[in-house]
């Protein structure tokens, strides 16, 4: 079958641009996505992303390889493997990131990627309560949700005790005013999940030029002759193969692991990589699958003098209330993201930007080591607080197992190899507990249960995050955007190198990760992305209209 563009996963980027292209009726679109439908309650409760952690029905459960400066463990990497991909099965927290990370992207090679081209996008998507302002839209598709005055009160002393140490207030962290401490904003809707799948995808699937197939995994681009041009897919749907092509594009959507994993087992990667697995060269593009990055953080445990939603949450009773107070107003804790306040602060004063995010939870849990889904509460009055840098230096690659696409990649973010990121750990470490002693925390913190009060010195410190840190799940960079092909995959229009009709729109084409959580970014990079594509179909319209006039 043929269709005009064919998107490779119905992830968050992959449903916003199924939604764009397709709304105009001119052309017919086929979005591809590997896993189910997001029909469970579970998707739409903001608290039902612990029942996806570790299920491998809706998430493909990767692990990275052994990571030597994180005592040589194995680091996990949760991906969606369902419509609405990665952001079906995130904690919702919606943080652009700071306006010099967009511009960093511009002076990268990328003209029209600086903050001030793409805070258009920005306000495009959203749905803000504050209504159409410099920072915010209102007739976005995803609706944005101040946790502002729903959040446990505990959280109110963290910001006190932010307050208390001089640290400014963040109103909001989209807005003006980045840095400091503040509350989170979460996209939601009416107390449930907003995902791209349910504010761009649901709606579009009734028109009759989108066609949606599920457990369809791209195993391959496929090329013209010549190789010069995408022209189609061969994928593997419920044990058949089939193949599908595109009249205009083919767009890879698979997000920062399987994008790269599609161009190495089409040919199109490093020759030497190709060459080690028996795979045809299409397209000698050393940098697939390089340059990626991901967010790393630890958590510090507390025990608390007052309730926090451990008490909640680890009784039936506490979680009948709970339950009916969603069921009947879609407020309260399960409406909520667990991360509810935090803030970006400077690790010290001789940086120029905040280089470290915190995360501060009403709840203290344990990351379970079973692969067994949980947000079991300990059992105690707690809380915890987090940290991670912001711009980590760091970078690994993802590149294929081997020729065969039902084997996963190999994934190596390689954390911890440059002396900048192990600086700001230490920095983090100390922030966290210089947070911690102020007077208001100090109030209603019994003790620190973990890392404890046997870790003091820098070096022990950094020797817990390396033994308890993990992803926060921001991999991206895999396919960097950039000027040059020795470098970098795509250029600034998101067009592979050297290769007409294929674009990629995801999280792997970031530059340099962004300074937060990472989905509301995707969300501007496939708004963006939608754009080029439209204007560049366009383009081509005149341009074989011209050729015909002056054939005549």
Known sequence: MTYDYIIAGAGAAGCVLANRLSASGKYTVLLLEAGGKDSSLWFKIPVGFAKMYYNPTFNWMYYSQPQKQLANRAIYAPRGKVQGGSGSINAMIYVRGQAHDFDDWAADGNDGWGFKDVLPYFRKLENHPLGDTEYHGSSGPISI??????????????????????????????????????????????????????????????????????????????????????????????????????????????????TPKILQLSGVADQALLKKHGIPLVRHLPAVGQHLQDHLCASYYYKANIPTLNDQLSSLFGQFKLGLKY??????????????????????????????????????????????????????????????????????????????????????????????????????????????????????????????????????????????????????GSCTMG??????????????????????????????????????????????????ILEDAVVAVSEVAQAAIHAA
């Open 145 to 258: 949700t101040p946790m502002k005055g729903q959040t446990h009160p505990i959280c109110d002393v963290f910001l006190e005790g932010c307050e208390q140490l001089g640290y400014s207030r963040s109103e909001d962290f989209n807005g003006p005013t980045f840095e400091g401490a503040g509350l989170y904003d979460v996209n939601t809707r009416n107390g449930e999940r907003c995902s791209s799948s349910f504010a761009h995808l649901h709606p579009a699937l009734g028109r009759s030029n989108l066609t949606l197939e599920h457990y369809a995994l791209v195993d391959r681009v496929l090329f013209n002759e010549q190789g010069t041009r995408a022209v189609g897919v061969e994928v593997s749907q419920n044990g058949v193969n089939r193949t599908f092509m595109a009249n205009k594009e083919v767009i890879l959507c698979a997000g920062a692991v399987d």
């Open 327 to 476: 069921l009947f107003t879609r407020k309260g804790a399960l409406a909520m993201s667990v991360n509810q306040a935090g803030g970006f602060f400077r690790g010290n004063n001789e940086q120029s930007h905040p280089n470290l995010q915190l995360y501060f939870n009403p709840l203290s849990y344990q990351i379970p080591k079973n692969n067994k889904a949980s947000l079991k509460p300990e059992p105690y009055s707690g809380f915890l607080l987090c940290f991670n840098p912001c711009r980590p230096t760091s970078r690994g690659h993802v590149e294929i197992a081997s020729s065969n696409p039902r084997d996963a990649a190999l994934i190596d973010p390689n954390y911890l190899s440059t002396q900048k990121d192990i600086d700001e750990v230490i920095q983090g470490s100390r922030l966290m507990r210089k947070i911690m002693g102020a007077p208001a925390l100090k109030g209603i913190t019994v003790e620190e249960v973990l890392p404890g009060s046997a870790v003091q010195t820098d070096e022990e410190m950094l020797q817990y995050f390396r033994e308890n840190s993990g992803s926060i799940y921001h991999l991206c």
């Open 483 to 532: 000027a040059d092909p020795s470098t970098s995959v795509v250029d600034k229009r998101l067009k592979v190198h050297g290769l007409a009709g294929l674009r990629i729109v995801d999280a792997s084409v970031f530059p340099n990760i962004t300074s937060g959580n990472t989905h509301a970014a995707v969300l501007m990079v496939a708004e963006k992305g939608a754009d080029l």
